[in-house]
């Protein structure tokens, strides 16, 4: 006998993926009994390895099979018919559908990535929850960017994603910076911008000791703060789901048709189904089994070798489905089609799309990219507050920022996805742009300390300003469009307007009487690396990712939380396994096996993260030659 077993660093219970091959001139009965004894034991280990809590009190008393269990990581969808439908999971569409999950409606989200939070703007933005100061006055901007600003407290002490209050600062360094400084001082008071104020350069040097030595003075405004967007979204689209919101990702809407009769909406979809096309498990394996049994005792009672007994297909499948079950992955399109009575455009770059396939294309995105670099925690003590220079016509320009988990954050650009030569920058000048821009705000980071860069897209369009209507002629439409910055800090606002829109378009809102609006949070809180390790045996105390001390409890509650967990980008988002300075080089295998161990498909069916994706640098570990190439770049600013 030649046993496989996959090697593993670390005892996390894996379902362990081993492959028997019987050798020998016969097959005798002490194998088979052999396998028996795996494909029962199997069943032990697969019992020891799960983590649903009702089948938990003991094995002998276990009343659930595995394939009875509660938990289902690929749920098939059976309703299509809905009140509502959100287009989009961003920031904005994720509120939105939050909101909605106060009644009592059928209501469902569709988001053509794999998750939400997980394209354009919310997937990589700078995740300031601005003030809203620089906002031109009487504009949806700046109306709901101060109201949206005020709502996050009390949205965090509910849902749990992290805030942190730490204000922004304008940086004047030259006498025509005072005056715009005075200008968004002004704008600031006319949008109901509160506690804003004017520091000389004495008080910002105390508030910010490593600012740089030509800055004079900034525009303080204490109610800026700072989370991780996608963190956000995730919370808040996973309370929705808590409550009764159905999200569809992977769907890319292809039609819309309004039934002039009945005045509901027809939306046909793309699915890509990425889910494993088949996993062979117990009661089948049991069905497979007893066929290669029978076939062995056949090939022993005719006297052929055991050899040709067992290369019969049924007893080749009886093999792996008594070692872990036959599965595969797969990636499939198949059209769904769903009817909403009103439909809510949120959907970020692709909404002047939404809107064309309604008939009303009467304005155009023009997405506008954004390229950020992230530099080791270490880096992130180098300022304290959101630091801004004096804005200029591109926008607010690029801020140096710490992250919410303590990283020093650069960007973003500002690089027009219709502009040629903006498109055409080098990646050499991108990174030059970042880092010589931030120099000007702080000058003591260092450069070679970035860890990774990403960019994202804000939906700039015609309109120049936030579309939040009912459209003009297409009745139960919702826009919710062309929200590029602050749309993070305005969308809790944005949701309560939207659905103060669909009521007076003639949707009834019955409360629901079961709405909850806590949710738990995935990270628990670490002292250290006290009481926790790699390798420990209880989930609780096993780290998986060492950088960012994230457990494997920690992971496995992400996967069986209400709302989809089952790639290693998900996992990264929700639990920040792969968020530290190695960037999953230590931990996304670990992190894998886990996702393969509780949605029983084999490793290999596990989506991992992809590279490059949207970052710039020259490879995803940078080399000491990339590290010092960035400080020569930093020296010369």
Not at 177 to 187: C, M, Q, V
Not at 190 to 213: A, K, T, Y
Request: charged share 20%; glycine share 8%; hydrophobic share 40%.
């Amino acid at each position: 006998y030649q046993l496989l077993a996959h090697p593993h660093p670390h005892p996390i219970y894996p379902r362990w993926p081993i492959h028997v091959a019987i050798f020998g001139p016969k097959m005798g009965l002490d194998q088979l009994f052999f396998l028996l004894f795996f494909f029962f034991g199997h069943h032990l280990i697969e019992f020891m390895s799960c983590h649903v809590s009702v089948c938990l009190p003991s094995f002998g008393s276990r009343s659930k099979s595995c394939n009875e269990c509660p938990f289902d990581p690929f749920p098939e969808p059976t309703n299509f018919d809905f009140d509502v439908v959100v287009i989009g999971a961003g920031c904005v569409g994720a509120c939105v559908s939050r909101e909605l999950s106060k009644y009592n409606l059928k209501v469902a989200v569709i988001e053509r990535a794999d998750d939400v939070a997980n394209g354009g703007a919310t997937k990589a933005n700078s995740g300031i929850v601005h003030a809203g100061y620089d906002d031109r006055p009487n504009t949806r901007r700046s109306e709901f960017c101060w109201p949206g600003n005020q709502m996050f407290k009390q949205l965090d002490r509910e849902l749990n994603f992290g805030y942190l209050v730490n204000g922004s600062l304008v940086v004047a360094r030259c006498q025509d910076d005072l005056a715009i400084l005075d200008h968004l001082l002004d704008r600031g008071k006319q949008n109901g911008v509160q506690n804003l104020r004017i520091v000389q350069q004495e008080e910002l040097r105390e508030m910010e000791p490593g600012i740089s030595s030509d800055a004079i003075a900034a525009l303080y405004s204490p109610d800026a703060g700072t989370v991780t967007p996608y963190e956000f979204t995730i919370a808040v689209a996973e309370n929705a789901v808590s409550n009764g919101v159905d999200v569809r990702v992977n769907r890319d809407v292809q039609t819309i048709e309004k039934d002039e009769v009945t005045g509901a909406f027809n939306i046909e979809t793309t699915y890509t189904d990425k889910r494993p096309a088949g996993v062979l498990r117990h009661a089948a394996a049991v069905a497979v089994l007893g066929v290669a049994i029978l076939s062995g005792v056949y090939a022993l009672i005719l006297g052929t070798s055991g050899m040709d007994g067992w290369t019969t297909p049924a007893a080749i499948a009886a093999v792996s489905a008594v070692t872990g079950g036959l599965a595969w992955p797969r990636t499939s399109k198949t059209t769904e089609r769903y009817k909403a009575r009103y439909v809510v455009n949120a959907a970020g770059c692709a909404a002047d799309k939404i809107s064309a396939m309604v008939g009303a294309p009467d304005f155009e995105i023009f997405p506008r990219w954004g390229d950020y670099l992230l530099l080791h925690k270490d880096q992130g003590q180098h300022c304290r507050h959101v630091l801004f220079p004096a804005p200029g016509a591109m926008g607010k320009g690029i801020v140096a920022q710490p992250t919410l988990w303590g990283n020093l954050l650069l960007g973003p650009t500002a690089r027009d996805t219709n502009n040629p030569e903006h498109m055409a920058r080098t990646t050499p000048q991108i990174i030059s742009e970042l880092i010589q821009k931030c120099r000007e705000l702080i000058g003591g980071f260092d450069a070679g300390k970035v860890i990774h860069a990403f960019a994202g897209m804000r939906a700039k369009n015609t309109r120049n300003d936030w579309i939040i209507e009912e459209c003009p002629t297409v009745p139960r439409f919702i826009q919710a469009a062309g929200i590029d910055s602050p749309g993070l800090a305005g969308s809790p606002a944005i949701a309560i307007e939207v659905v103060r829109l669909l009521k007076k378009a003639g949707l009834a809102t019955p409360p629901n009487p079961t709405f909850n609006p806590y949710r738990r949070p995935i990270i628990r809180p670490k002292h250290g690396w006290k009481g926790i390790k790699i390798g420990h045996e209880d989930p609780e105390k096993n780290v998986v990712c060492k950088c960012e001390k994230v457990t494997e409890a920690e992971i496995v509650d992400a996967i069986r939380r209400p709302l989809q967990c089952i790639s290693t980008q998900a996992i990264r988002k929700r639990t920040r396994a792969g968020m530290g300075h190695c960037q999953g080089s230590f931990c996304e295998s670990r992190v894998r096996d886990i996702i393969a161990r509780e949605t029983r498909q084999p490793t290999s069916a596990v989506e991992g993260r992809p590279w490059p994706a949207s970052s710039f640098l020259p490879q995803r570990w940078l080399s000491d030659s990339d590290k010092a190439s960035l400080r020569k770049i930093a020296e010369k600013a």
